[in-house]
């Protein structure tokens, strides 16, 4: 049976998780973690929970997420973190930057490294690649089929997991940047502003951009980026037969009580211990709870229709359906009350909702006043199958007509039902093991305390010596309890006691306070010689990478070659590199720019004069048939040198696209095609596989920090596209990067793009029956009165704003001086020549944004 895993995004949520049957919890720590305002836990409150998840039999276990994308400036705080890890021992960590992945294989292996659904794998040459990159789990895209997970689970000789059930992104989890780019909040650093549960409108093409907002065609607001839930839970048993070794709950921003009732629920349904009537009461608990309308998303196939999917009427928490709206009525004191009928019994403090036909957020309020209708007399509690009427709010409420969806949207009977055990921390020995050797002696006590740490492979032994006289004991035989006693006694500290060996071959006293001050002398040093040990490890790993250390300043000595542990696959390291632009893999001549152009393969392509302005042309070849490739390529011949041409692959293949894909690949290869670029890692392994030269990556391989970008080096990446979503501090700190491993892929700047804010595998839903892939794309308006543009590219669906990425007017100040033009997701293709000339002429271009270029991101 697989694993039922259940999030945790604070300490209560562990417990409930637990209590009600997880194997298994997921959470994170108050860095690095894509759930950053979730509770969130600290070092010490972990090492209370994987004590107590190692009570269990079989023990429980915990995985932590350290999954954000990862800036320059923070390595040294990663490596503090994971240090920190690695001494807690969890289960494993969730992780979706290369770099961060590269600094655990090296430096701390004994954290078992598991892929992060933000790393995109939607077919088996994903996982591959990331088994082969160490990682002993993959979480999937949660857009796959049942077909795909189990051909991956099949193939891909490594354990996978999926979700099962909780909130669903509209975008592909890790490739979205619309809330980084709207908000400077992104998603890839946990601080996502939730952008697709926003108000958009569809305006009639016709209307002037000022009068668009407001306008739609029955002046709704509509949602049509808001994902229903996802909830396998009616597919379950086929989800666990496919083979995957563990079932993901989603949910690290909700409460312990939703936590305890869904995992409740899925491990009742796992073990098959639910009647339907059971499980529909259950469904409704967690409802009530929370709970959008919930959709089995493409597990059963890729066609799922938009509306399945997707709710563009009404966003947020509904409930579980009681019943509908029979009246309002107005009393003589002048109290207005919701009369229905409801199905689920009801009690004083439970919540109502009712959801509006106007659409958006649902009408809610508490259950103040209860009374079955027709009765003057409140109640406290009324049976299910009552019609009854609850009072309504004073002040101005929406019109509720007849026939309103009515829903319980807070329970007390299920609050009743799952109410939390405390967790008793005496009952736990959390701290690291410390064995003890106790002399005592005529002159006193001399204690010697032994730990393992995992940054050396000796153990760390410090002495301490208790200055005294000694006389002999009136009651021998109970020496070594009292010394037993006061050596175990270590509440409140980082260790716990292991063993003890007590010698004391003249039968000597020693008073408790004695042995005590003692105790306490040999774990103050044994700390010491831990921190300095761990600082040591931590500022030898900075070295490695060329970073400063907050633990050694820079002219220190070096420290111990045991403080760095590196994997065996390590290569030995070269002298330090002296040249920032060498380091970069810059051009020699840094005052002379080369510009690429990119371009979707189908495009027309620009003028002859306006492409002669660029060194390379890299051609996106999507999915494209190998006779419509063949054609295009020709096309492109006639106007280009191949040795400018370069082909490009997309940044995500379903399985059923795969094959076709690589067999295009081979062909166009053996033809003469050599010059190709990647955009994930599936691409990577697929270009270099069978010795192939070099490849270029796009954005979407992301390397923000000189650890990732070293790592796709050593994949074989010669050049990278820098992320649109990160800041120029960050460029210009890995430009001027110096990494004693070698010369770091160079960098390529964008300059101007439609940056795909959304990549999406469902169309845009909207309340009309607008059609959302008309030409030149479907335009949308959000309520600030930016636009946008959908557009329907090799299967996907691209979400764009109708405002450009572009940073032309900072070319010269940037610091590399490699500069790319991206009109690959450009939603018209009616090239301006003069545009192309104006951007590499560094001005500035009207109607066009930085994103977080000068504002940073978080």
Same mark, same amino acid.
């Given at each position: 049976?697989?694993?039922?895993?259940?999030?945790?995004?604070?300490?209560?949520?562990?417990?409930?998780?637990?209590?009600?049957?997880?194997?298994?919890?997921?959470?994170?720590?108050?860095?690095?973690?894509?759930?950053?305002?979730?509770?969130?836990?600290?070092?010490?409150?972990?090492?209370?929970?994987?004590?107590? #998840?190692?009570?269990?039999? *079989?023990?429980?276990?915990?995985?932590?997420?350290?999954?954000?994308?990862?800036?320059?400036?923070?390595?040294?705080? +990663?490596?503090?973190? +994971?240090?920190?890890?690695?001494?807690?021992?969890?289960?494993?960590?969730?992780?979706?930057?290369?770099?961060?992945?590269?600094?655990?294989?090296?430096?701390?292996?004994?954290?078992? +490294?598991?892929?992060?659904?933000?790393?995109?794998?939607?077919?088996?040459?994903?996982?591959?690649?990331?088994?082969?990159?160490?990682?002993?789990?993959?979480?999937?895209?949660?857009?796959?089929?049942?077909?795909?997970?189990?051909?991956?689970?099949?193939?891909?000789?490594?354990?996978?997991?999926?979700?099962?059930?909780? !909130?669903?992104?509209?975008?592909?989890?890790?490739?979205?940047?619309?809330?980084?780019?709207?908000?400077?909040?992104?998603?890839?650093?946990?601080?996502?502003?939730?952008?697709?549960?926003?108000?958009?409108?569809?305006?009639?093409?016709?209307?002037?951009?000022?009068?668009?907002?407001?306008?739609?065609?029955?002046?709704?607001?509509?949602?049509?980026?808001?994902?229903?839930?996802?909830?396998?839970?009616?597919?379950?048993?086929?989800?666990?037969?496919?083979?995957?070794?563990?079932?993901?709950?989603?949910?690290?921003?909700?409460?312990?009580?939703?936590?305890?009732?869904?995992?409740?629920?899925?491990?009742?349904?796992?073990?098959?211990?639910?009647?339907?009537?059971?499980?529909?009461?259950?469904?409704?608990?967690?409802?009530?709870?929370?709970?959008?309308?919930?959709?089995?998303?493409?597990?059963?196939?890729?066609? #799922?229709?938009? &509306?399945?999917?997707?709710?563009?009427?009404?966003?947020?928490?509904?409930?579980?359906?009681?019943?509908?709206?029979? %009246?309002?009525?107005?009393?003589?004191?002048?109290?207005?009350?919701?009369?229905?009928?409801?199905?689920?019994?009801?009690?004083? &403090?439970?919540?109502?909702?009712?959801?509006?036909?106007?659409?958006?957020?649902?009408?809610?309020?508490?259950?103040?006043?209860?009374?079955?209708?027709?009765?003057?007399?409140? %109640?406290?509690?009324?049976?299910?199958?009552?019609?009854?009427?609850?009072?309504?709010?004073?002040?101005?409420?929406?019109?509720?007509?007849?026939?309103?969806?009515?829903?319980?949207?807070?329970?007390?009977?299920?609050?009743?039902?799952?109410?939390?055990? !405390? /967790?008793?921390?005496?009952?736990?020995?959390?701290?690291?093991?410390?064995?003890?050797?106790?002399?005592?002696?005529?002159?006193?006590?001399?204690?010697?305390?032994?730990? &393992?740490?995992?940054? $050396?492979?000796?153990?760390?032994?410090?002495?301490?010596?208790?200055?005294?006289? =000694?006389?002999?004991?009136?009651?021998?035989?109970?020496?070594?309890?009292?010394?037993?006693?006061?050596?175990?006694?270590?509440?409140?500290?980082?260790?716990?006691?292991?063993?003890?060996?007590?010698?004391?071959?003249?039968?000597?006293?020693?008073?408790?306070?004695?042995?005590?001050?003692?105790?306490?002398?040999?774990? @103050?040093?044994?700390?010491?010689?831990?921190?300095?040990?761990?600082?040591?490890?931590?500022?030898?790993?900075?070295?490695?990478?060329?970073?400063?250390?907050?633990?050694?300043?820079?002219?220190?000595?070096?420290?111990?070659?045991?403080?760095?542990?590196?994997?065996?696959?390590?290569?030995?390291?070269?002298?330090?590199?002296?040249?920032?632009?060498?380091?970069?893999?810059?051009?020699?001549?840094?005052?002379?720019?080369?510009?690429?152009?990119?371009?979707?393969?189908? #495009? *027309?392509?620009?003028?002859?004069?306006?492409?002669?302005?660029? %060194?390379?042309?890299?051609?996106?070849?999507?999915?494209?048939?190998?006779?419509?490739?063949?054609?295009?390529?020709?096309?492109?011949?006639?106007?280009?040198?191949?040795?400018?041409?370069?082909?490009?692959?997309?940044? +995500?293949?379903?399985?059923?696209?795969?094959?076709?894909?690589?067999?295009?690949?081979?062909? /166009?290869?053996?033809?003469?095609?050599?010059?190709?670029?990647?955009?994930?890692?599936?691409?990577?392994?697929?270009?270099?596989?069978?010795?192939?030269?070099?490849?270029?990556?796009?954005?979407?391989?992301?390397?923000?920090?000189?650890?990732?970008?070293?790592?796709?080096?050593?994949?074989?990446?010669?050049?990278?596209?820098?992320?649109?979503?990160?800041?120029?501090?960050?460029?210009?700190?890995?430009?001027?990067?110096?990494?004693?491993?070698?010369?770091?892929?160079? =960098?390529?700047?964008?300059?101007?793009?439609?940056?795909?804010?959304?990549?999406?595998?469902?169309?845009? $839903?909207?309340?009309?029956?607008?059609?959302?892939?008309?030409?030149?794309?479907?335009?949308?308006?959000?309520?600030?009165?930016?636009?946008?543009?959908?557009?329907?590219?090799?299967?996907?669906?691209?979400?764009?704003?109708?405002?450009?990425?572009?940073? %032309?007017?900072?070319?010269?100040?940037?610091?590399?001086?490699?500069?790319?033009?991206?009109?690959?997701?450009?939603?018209?293709?009616?090239?301006?020549?003069?545009?192309?000339?104006?951007?590499?002429?560094?001005?500035?271009?009207?109607?066009?944004?930085?994103?977080?270029? @000068?504002?940073?991101? $978080?």
């Amino acid at each position: 049976m697989p694993e039922l895993l259940a999030p945790a995004g604070g300490f209560d949520a562990v417990l409930a998780a637990f209590q009600y049957g997880a194997d298994a919890v997921y959470l994170g720590l108050s860095h690095f973690s894509a759930r950053a305002e979730a509770d969130n836990l600290t070092p010490d409150r972990l090492r209370l929970l994987l004590a107590y #998840a190692r009570a269990f039999c *079989p023990p429980k276990r915990i995985y932590v997420t350290v999954n954000t994308l990862v800036e320059d400036a923070e390595l040294p705080h +990663l490596i503090e973190t +994971l240090d920190a890890l690695d001494a807690l021992g969890p289960d494993g960590v969730i992780v979706q930057d290369l770099g961060m992945a590269r600094l655990i294989r090296d430096h701390f292996p004994r954290l078992a +490294l598991h892929a992060s659904t933000q790393m995109a794998v939607h077919n088996t040459a994903g996982a591959i690649a990331l088994r082969e990159l160490g990682f002993t789990r993959v979480v999937l895209a949660r857009e796959l089929t049942l077909d795909e997970i189990r051909r991956i689970v099949r193939d891909a000789d490594v354990e996978i997991e999926v979700f099962v059930h909780g !909130a669903l992104c509209y975008s592909v989890s890790g490739l979205c940047l619309f809330s980084s780019h709207m908000s400077g909040r992104s998603g890839n650093r946990g601080r996502c502003a939730y952008c697709c549960r926003e108000a958009f409108s569809a305006p009639d093409p016709g209307l002037q951009t000022s009068d668009r907002r407001t306008s739609t065609s029955d002046n709704r607001p509509a949602f049509p980026f808001s994902m229903r839930d996802l909830a396998l839970a009616p597919l379950l048993d086929a989800v666990a037969a496919t083979g995957v070794q563990s079932l993901k709950i989603e949910g690290r921003m909700k409460s312990p009580l939703y936590v305890a009732c869904v995992t409740d629920f899925y491990r009742r349904k796992l073990d098959g211990t639910l009647t339907p009537d059971a499980e529909q009461a259950l469904i409704q608990d967690v409802q009530t709870i929370f709970s959008r309308p919930w959709t089995t998303l493409y597990a059963q196939g890729p066609d #799922a229709p938009p &509306h399945t999917v997707i709710d563009p009427v009404a966003i947020g928490h509904r409930g579980a359906r009681i019943g509908s709206a029979a %009246a309002v009525i107005r009393d003589r004191t002048g109290t207005r009350w919701l009369r229905f009928t409801s199905s689920r019994a009801l009690e004083k &403090h439970d919540g109502l909702q009712v959801e509006l036909a106007t659409g958006g957020k649902p009408f809610g309020c508490a259950v103040n006043l209860l009374r079955a209708a027709g009765s003057t007399r409140p %109640a406290v509690t009324l049976p299910a199958g009552t019609t009854m009427e609850v009072a309504l709010p004073d002040e101005e409420i929406p019109v509720i007509p007849q026939g309103t969806p009515v829903f319980c949207s807070s329970s007390q009977a299920v609050r009743r039902r799952y109410a939390l055990h !405390a /967790l008793r921390e005496a009952d736990f020995d959390t701290g690291h093991p410390v064995a003890f050797r106790v002399t005592l002696s005529p002159d006193g006590i001399a204690v010697r305390a032994e730990t &393992h740490t995992f940054a $050396c492979a000796a153990p760390l032994c410090a002495e301490a010596a208790l200055q005294m006289t =000694l006389t002999p004991s009136r009651q021998p035989g109970q020496t070594a309890a009292a010394v037993r006693k006061a050596f175990s006694r270590l509440g409140g500290t980082v260790w716990r006691f292991d063993s003890l060996d007590v010698v004391d071959p003249e039968s000597l006293y020693a008073p408790l306070s004695a042995l005590n001050e003692s105790r306490r002398l040999a774990l @103050d040093r044994l700390e010491v010689l831990w921190n300095a040990d761990h600082a040591a490890r931590r500022a030898a790993i900075a070295e490695t990478w060329g970073l400063p250390s907050a633990d050694r300043p820079p002219d220190s000595p070096a420290p111990p070659a045991c403080a760095v542990q590196q994997s065996v696959s390590a290569a030995p390291l070269p002298a330090a590199l002296t040249s920032a632009p060498q380091a970069a893999g810059l051009p020699a001549d840094v005052s002379k720019p080369t510009w690429t152009l990119k371009l979707r393969i189908d #495009a *027309p392509p620009p003028s002859s004069e306006a492409l002669c302005g660029f %060194a390379h042309i890299v051609l996106a070849i999507g999915h494209t048939a190998y006779d419509t490739l063949e054609r295009n390529l020709n096309a492109w011949r006639a106007l280009a040198e191949r040795s400018r041409l370069r082909l490009a692959l997309p940044p +995500l293949t379903r399985i059923r696209e795969w094959d076709p894909l690589a067999s295009t690949v081979r062909i /166009l290869h053996d033809a003469g095609w050599t010059d190709w670029e990647c955009a994930d890692l599936a691409g990577l392994r697929l270009l270099t596989e069978g010795g192939r030269p070099p490849v270029s990556a796009d954005w979407s391989l992301y390397a923000l920090n000189r650890v990732a970008l070293a790592e796709l080096g050593r994949l074989g990446v010669r050049q990278a596209v820098f992320s649109p979503e990160a800041s120029r501090d960050t460029l210009r700190a890995l430009c001027h990067a110096q990494v004693p491993a070698g010369p770091l892929p160079a =960098l390529e700047a964008l300059v101007y793009q439609h940056t795909p804010l959304f990549l999406s595998a469902t169309a845009p $839903c909207l309340p009309s029956d607008a059609d959302p892939s008309p030409s030149g794309g479907l335009h949308l308006t959000d309520r600030r009165g930016r636009d946008f543009r959908v557009l329907h590219l090799d299967n996907r669906w691209i979400t764009v704003a109708e405002r450009a990425f572009c940073i %032309a007017e900072r070319t010269q100040e940037c610091p590399t001086r490699r500069f790319r033009v991206d009109l690959s997701w450009s939603p018209d293709t009616a090239w301006d020549d003069r545009l192309l000339t104006a951007l590499r002429s560094g001005e500035q271009i009207p109607n066009t944004h930085r994103a977080n270029t @000068d504002r940073g991101f $978080c």
